[in-house]
C-alpha cells in the first residue's frame, strides 16, 4: 500500500515536470514563431530585394521586391521552387555561377549586375550569405540594393573631373590653384597669357604673394581667409592690380572658391585693363558730352529768347492794327503779317521741342489741369482758321469737370497740334472732339478722340505720319504746309505722360485721333495764383500791376493791353523791382525771366516770397520758352502762371484776369 501511496506520488512529480516542459516548448514555439513572422515580415517589407536558394538553385523564400523585380525585367512570375536561373540572362549567367559558387563553398559574396530595360541601364550590388544546417551550406541567401543613382553619379563624376580638368586648361579665363601656403600647384595657358610667366615657373617655384600688386596683397588675403572661413558660400568678385613679367602692371578681377578638400583654392583672374581704360575715356567723354548738352540747351535757351521776343513787336502790332484801324486794305496787310508770323511761331515751337526731346533734356513738372478748360483754349486759338475754312467744331465733355495731375504743356500742345492737323487737313464739314472716363480698368483714363471729315490717311501711309519731317505728301508735289513734326511730338509726349494714341483713318473718310491719358490726381484743382479773402482787390480800384520787363517793346505792348483796365507800373531791372515792391503794394507782379539773361530771377522771386504781403500775391512768369527745363524751375520757385512769348492780346488778358480773380 505505501509502495503503491509513493509511486502514485512520483508518478504525480514526474506529471507536473513533463506539463512543465510542455509549457516551456509550447513558449518557445510560440517564441519562435513570433520571431520567424517578425524575420518574414521584415523580410517582405524590404525595400531591397531578398531571396534565398537551396542547393539545385531553386527558390526556397522571396519577398514582393524581388517578385516585383523579376515581374519588370523579366515579365516573370516569382514562385517557390521556381529556379534561380530562369531569371539570370544568359549574359550574366556565367558571372552569377561563379559567385554563388563561391557562397556554396562556404564565403560571402558581394558584386554588380547590370540589368538592361528600355535602353536605360539598370545596376544591382548582390550580397551571397551561406546558408548553414549543422554546419554544412545548405543554401544561399542574397540581397539586391538598387545602385543604378550611385552608378550614375560616378560615371558623372568622372566625366565632370575630365569635364572640368577640360575646362581648366582650355577656359579664356585665367585660373590658378594655390595651396594654404599660397604656393601655386596649378595654373592653365591663359595664365600664362595674362602674367607672361612660364606654366613650369609658376607650378614650381611661385607664390601668389610674387604677383599681387603688394597695396593690394592684404585684400587678397583677407578675401581667402573669408573664403576658407564660409567654404560653402561664395564671396564677390575683388578688384586689384597684379604686376606681370616685366613689371607691366594689369587690372583684374579675382574670383575664389575652396575646393571640398578644404585645402587648396582655386582663382579665376579676369583681365579689366582695357576696360578700366575705356571706363576713363568713357567718363571723359561723357563730361564732355554733358558740358556739350548744357551749352546745347544755354544755345536753345537763348535762341528761344531772341527769336520770341522780336515776335511780340510782329504779332503783338499787328494784332492792334487789325483791331484799332478801320482800312481794309492796312487790316489786309496786318492779317497776312500776323498769318506770317503765326506759321512761323508754329514751326520755331515745333523745332524747339523736337530739338528738347532728342536731347532727352525733357523733364516733368506736374500739376491739377482742367482738361476741358485746355480744350477750349485749344479751340479759341483755332477758331479763325476753322471760320475761314467754313468748318464747324464740336465740343462734348462729361458735365464734372475732368482733372488730372500732369503736366499742363505737354497737355496743351497734344490737343493743340491734332487740332490744328484736323483744321488743316479738312477742306468742309466738321471737327468732333469727345472726352469720357474710363473707371472701368485699374487704371482710370480719360479718352479723348479728335474726329473730323477731312481727306483722311491710306492705310499704307499711317506709320508715316509719326516719323520726324515725313507727311504723307512731300518734295516739290507737297500740298500742305508744316515741318512734319507736329504728330511725332504729339506721340513723344503722350508717351512720356504713360498714355497711347491711335490712329483710325482711310482716304476720304476722315481721320479720328483717340488720345487715352492716365488719370492722376492730387488733391483738388486750386489756383495758386488766387488772392486770399483779405488781398481781393477792390472792384472799385484799379488793381496796380508791376511789369518787370528790360525788353521795352515787350513791355510797351503790355501796357498798350493793359491801359484803362489796371494801374501800370514798368520797371527794367531787379534790383529797382525789389525796390519798387519793398516800398508799395502791388496786385499782380509779371516778370520776364530772362532780365539780366536770367541771373538771380529765382532767388529775386524767393526773395519776393519772403516777404509779409507778397506771399499769396500772383507772380506771371513771362517766359521764352516752350518745353524747356529751365521755365519749369521757375514755375517752382513761386510763380503761380506762366506765358509764353509771343501771346496774344486775348491770352495775355485772360491769365491777368485768371490770377486776378
Not at 520770341?308 to 481794309?328: A, C, H, N, V
Amino acid at each position: 500500500m505505501i509502495q503503491a501511496e509513493q509511486a502514485e506520488q512520483q508518478l504525480r512529480v514526474y506529471t507536473r515536470q513533463l506539463e512543465k516542459q510542455i509549457e516551456e516548448t509550447l513558449v518557445v514555439q510560440n517564441a519562435l514563431k513570433k520571431s520567424e513572422a517578425q524575420l518574414l515580415s521584415l523580410i517582405e517589407d524590404s525595400r531591397e530585394s531578398i531571396w534565398a536558394v537551396d542547393r539545385e538553385y531553386n527558390l526556397i523564400v522571396f519577398n514582393h521586391a524581388f517578385a516585383e523585380l523579376l515581374q519588370s525585367f523579366y515579365n516573370l512570375t516569382a514562385s517557390l521552387n521556381m529556379n534561380l536561373w530562369e531569371a539570370v540572362s544568359n549574359e550574366q549567367r556565367e558571372k552569377w555561377q561563379l559567385y554563388y559558387s563561391s557562397a556554396f563553398k562556404g564565403y560571402a559574396q558581394v558584386f554588380i549586375s547590370d540589368i538592361e530595360l528600355n535602353g536605360e541601364k539598370h545596376y544591382e550590388e548582390i550580397f551571397l550569405n551561406p546558408i548553414r544546417t549543422d554546419g554544412i551550406v545548405t543554401g544561399v541567401s542574397a540581397i539586391g540594393i538598387n545602385v543604378t543613382a550611385r552608378k550614375q553619379a560616378e560615371k558623372d563624376l568622372m566625366a565632370s573631373e575630365c569635364r572640368y580638368r577640360t575646362i581648366f586648361s582650355n577656359t579664356g579665363t585665367a585660373m590658378i590653384v594655390f595651396n594654404t601656403d599660397y604656393s601655386i600647384t596649378l595654373s592653365n595657358d591663359e595664365f600664362k597669357n595674362l602674367t607672361g610667366f612660364d606654366r613650369e615657373y609658376v607650378e614650381n617655384k611661385m607664390k601668389i604673394s610674387e604677383f599681387i600688386y603688394r597695396e593690394d596683397l592684404d585684400k587678397v588675403l583677407n578675401h581667402y581667409n573669408k573664403s576658407v572661413q564660409n567654404p560653402n558660400h561664395s564671396t564677390p568678385p575683388m578688384e586689384i592690380r597684379i604686376l606681370c613679367r616685366n613689371n607691366i602692371l594689369k587690372y583684374i578681377t579675382c574670383s575664389m572658391a575652396i575646393l571640398p578638400d578644404g585645402k587648396k583654392c582655386v582663382a579665376s583672374l579676369n583681365d579689366i585693363t582695357m576696360i578700366k581704360e575705356t571706363k576713363q575715356e568713357l567718363m571723359l567723354a561723357k563730361e564732355k558730352a554733358q558740358a556739350m548738352n548744357r551749352l546745347k540747351s544755354n544755345f536753345l535757351a537763348n535762341m528761344s529768347h531772341e527769336l520770341r521776343t522780336p515776335m511780340i513787336g510782329i504779332l503783338g502790332y499787328s494784332e492792334l492794327l487789325i483791331e484799332k484801324f478801320q482800312d481794309l486794305e492796312i487790316e489786309r496787310f496786318a492779317m497776312n503779317i500776323h498769318k506770317g508770323a503765326s506759321r512761323l511761331m508754329e514751326t520755331l515751337n515745333m523745332i524747339l521741342d523736337f530739338s528738347i526731346i532728342e536731347s532727352e533734356s525733357l523733364e516733368l513738372s506736374l500739376s491739377n489741369v482742367q482738361i476741358d478748360e485746355i480744350l477750349r483754349n485749344s479751340i479759341k486759338q483755332l477758331h479763325n482758321r476753322a471760320i475761314d475754312k467754313n468748318i464747324s467744331i464740336k465740343l462734348d465733355i462729361p458735365g464734372d469737370p475732368i482733372i488730372m495731375f500732369t503736366n499742363e504743356r505737354m497737355v496743351r500742345e497734344i490737343f493743340y497740334n491734332l487740332l490744328s492737323n484736323a483744321v488743316k487737313f479738312t477742306l468742309k464739314g466738321s471737327i468732333t472732339i469727345e472726352v469720357r472716363l474710363d473707371t472701368n480698368a485699374s487704371v482710370n483714363w480719360c479718352i479723348i478722340k479728335i474726329s473730323d471729315t477731312g481727306i483722311g490717311i491710306a492705310k499704307e501711309h499711317q506709320s508715316l505720319i509719326w516719323e520726324e519731317f515725313r507727311q504723307v505728301s512731300e518734295g516739290m508735289e507737297r500740298g500742305y504746309e508744316g515741318t512734319g513734326l507736329g504728330l511725332t511730338i504729339t506721340r513723344r509726349f503722350v508717351e512720356k505722360l504713360n498714355g497711347t494714341i491711335h490712329l483710325e483713318s482711310d482716304t476720304g473718310r476722315g481721320s479720328v485721333f483717340t488720345v487715352r491719358l492716365p488719370v492722376i490726381t492730387k488733391g483738388h484743382l486750386h489756383l495758386s495764383g488766387s488772392f486770399a479773402d483779405n488781398q481781393k482787390p477792390s472792384k472799385l480800384l484799379k488793381p496796380e500791376i508791376i511789369i518787370i520787363e528790360g525788353d521795352s517793346m515787350t513791355s510797351d505792348y503790355m501796357k498798350l493791353l493793359l491801359e484803362g483796365l489796371y494801374t501800370i507800373q514798368i520797371v527794367d531791372s531787379l534790383e529797382i523791382a525789389l525796390l519798387r515792391v519793398s516800398e508799395q503794394q502791388y496786385r499782380l507782379i509779371l516778370i520776364d525771366i530772362n532780365i539780366n539773361n536770367g541771373n538771380n530771377v529765382t532767388e529775386f522771386i524767393k526773395k519776393i516770397r519772403l516777404m509779409k504781403n507778397y506771399s499769396k500775391v500772383p507772380i506771371i512768369a513771362i517766359t521764352s520758352f516752350s518745353s524747356l527745363p529751365e521755365s519749369e524751375n521757375i514755375m517752382q520757385a513761386g510763380c503761380n502762371f506762366q506765358l509764353t512769348k509771343p501771346f496774344s492780346k486775348g491770352s495775355f488778358l485772360a491769365v491777368v484776369e485768371k490770377a486776378l480773380g
